[in-house]
């Protein structure tokens, strides 16, 4: 209806897109639909509703990585190289008439919007494959100049400073095909400042892990070496049948950290699909552990993802693999979001008894302050938030903030096992974390924790979200779609910290 409402359409910018960048083998059917169809369908709705005697032009925003593929971007170079291919179909078909243009840019730079499209250690990987980022000037002059072109030139146009020359030699080597329909003009952008360099102690990363160097791996990968020694004292209370195991949350809290030490300038916000691969039981001499990051080729100034694992030497060949998830960081918090408190009195239980004889967590963990119910619904309890120094040795207590409070974390996986012991009658522990999401950048020192129980049909699967809310009544913490698997066999570990406290004494 937009003809008959303001008159005919001259031209058309098509800039949409989705970036979920994976390696072929982790990617999904349903992301790599996402991504591909928002460019391609996209493009192909609008040409099917356009008058070609009435438009000027149509440029659609494309990428480099259409024509020279990139890592992790299998669907958003088929994407971008298939908008290409249509482009080319519509100059044959519309001729003259219509200045058609596919702007294959590369990354961009930072703009009065945002801090572009790449991060700081992707920038130094581009710059040492000659590759320059577009600068904000050179792209608003490019985007006009190609825009008012007259119809009749080149239809692939790419955009940035690069060794396109040598890719191109390369690809004519690699195969012998059947030369593209179009050849590819090009416009230089000038060199940005690269990023420092990788390798180096970059003092401390964060309350957990302390001081480290950051190793650059191959396929752009960063690796932080932790050591589990006598500074994490918060290990020796959390025993497992009397052996330290590091807790879940304390590794998503690693992995947090390890992100936001190598992309300073960004909050890390959430955590996505934290799986738990294999425990990490730690003995009196300590472990060492590799917290190992996976940067995306891309970015946007809205945020970028990256993937994180936390892999010990295995003794063959292969690393272990202890956990895996995905952090996204950007430039600022969501808003937080109002919660009407339930109701959750049908059973009461005291934190007395469940510290003492339910659940085997030391005090450092113990930051539930009262339980005001239990339902077959779910739960709710008073908790306190927490600052590293309550977890690390004394004479290494840091002074910084958590990216995500650990013990709070933990505390929703503690519910569950007081939930499932309460209504069920066995214990439970954490498998995974489908999303854990900070809302605000400090936590108050008080909040109302809010278990919403998600039916399963298993009774020893217990899924849940938890809210953690504020004064206000306003979200400020979110653990969604958290998943613990319960067996009454874990039941004998209830009151082990305090009977090991007892022996101390």
């Known amino acids: 209806g937009v003809d008959e409402r303001l ?37 192909l709705s609008l040409v099917r509703h356009l008058r070609p005697q009435a438009v000027r032009f149509l440029t659609v925003f494309s990428s480099v990585a259409g024509r020279y593929g990139n890592r992790g971007q299998t669907d958003y170079a088929t994407a971008n190289e298939l908008m290409n291919r249509v482009c080319c179909q519509l100059r044959d078909e519309w001729g003259r008439r219509v200045n058609v243009t596919a702007l294959c840019w590369g990354p961009w730079g930072a703009t009065t919007f945002g801090a572009g499209m790449v991060t700081a250690d992707t920038e130094a990987r581009f710059a040492a494959k000659g590759v320059a980022l577009v600068a904000a000037a050179q792209g608003r002059r490019l985007f006009a100049d190609a825009v008012g072109a007259a119809p009749g030139g080149p239809v692939e ?42 390798g180096v102690d970059v003092g401390s ?29 918060y290990l020796a209370q959390h025993r497992i049948d009397g052996v330290a195991v590091l807790p879940a949350a304390a590794a998503a809290e690693m992995m947090a950290e390890a992100a936001g030490a190598l992309w300073p300038g960004w909050k890390v916000v959430e955590v996505r699909d934290f799986r738990l691969i294999k425990g990490v039981d730690v003995g009196d001499g300590g472990r060492a552990l590799q917290v190992v990051v996976a940067a995306p080729p891309y970015g946007s100034s809205e945020g970028f993802d990256v993937d994180v694992t936390i892999r010990s030497d295995g003794g063959s060949a292969r690393p272990l693999v202890h956990y895996r998830c995905g952090l996204r960081l950007e430039q600022q918090f969501a808003p937080g979001f109002a ?12 934190v007395g008894k469940a510290y003492d004889e339910l659940l085997f967590h030391g005090p450092c963990f113990q930051v539930i302050e009262a339980i005001d119910g239990l339902s077959e619904r779910g739960a709710a309890a008073r908790v306190r938030s927490t600052r590293p120094g309550e977890w690390l040795a004394a004479s290494t207590g840091s002074q910084e903030q958590w990216i995500f409070d650990p013990a709070l974390i933990d505390a ?53 979200n938890v809210y953690f809310v504020d004064d206000a009544g306003r979200v400020a913490l979110l653990v969604e779609d958290m998943e613990c698997v319960g067996s009454a066999a874990l039941n004998r570990l209830g009151g082990t910290a305090r009977a090991a406290s007892a022996v101390a004494a």
Do not use: N, Y
Not at 213 to 229: F, I, N
Not at 339 to 350: E, G, M, W, Y
């Open 7 to 43: 008159g005919p359409i001259g031209g058309v910018v098509h800039g949409a897109g989705v970036i979920e960048d994976r390696l072929l083998v982790d990617k999904t059917a349903d992301s790599w639909s996402r991504v591909v169809e928002t460019k391609v369908f996209g493009l």
């Open 157 to 198: 146009i790419v955009c940035g400073e690069g060794d396109w020359e040598a890719h191109e030699s390369a690809l004519a080597r690699a195969a012998a095909v059947v030369p593209v329909a179009e050849p590819r003009a090009r416009v230089e952008a000038q060199p940005q400042a690269a990023a420092a360099p990788a």
């Open 205 to 233: 990363l964060g309350p957990l892990l302390g001081r480290a160097g950051v190793v650059p791996l191959s396929l752009g990968e960063q690796r932080v070496t932790v050591a589990l020694d006598a500074r994490h004292a």
């Open 339 to 350: 919660l009407d408190v339930p109701r959750h009195d049908a059973l009461q239980l005291s």
């Open 412 to 464: 929703a996986a503690q519910m569950a096992l007081l939930w499932a012991r309460t209504l069920h009658g066995h214990s439970c522990l954490p498998a995974r974390f489908g999303r854990i999401v900070r809302l605000c950048e400090t936590l108050p020192a008080r909040l109302r924790m809010v278990f919403e129980q998600v039916p399963r049909g298993d009774a020893h699967f217990v899924a849940a």
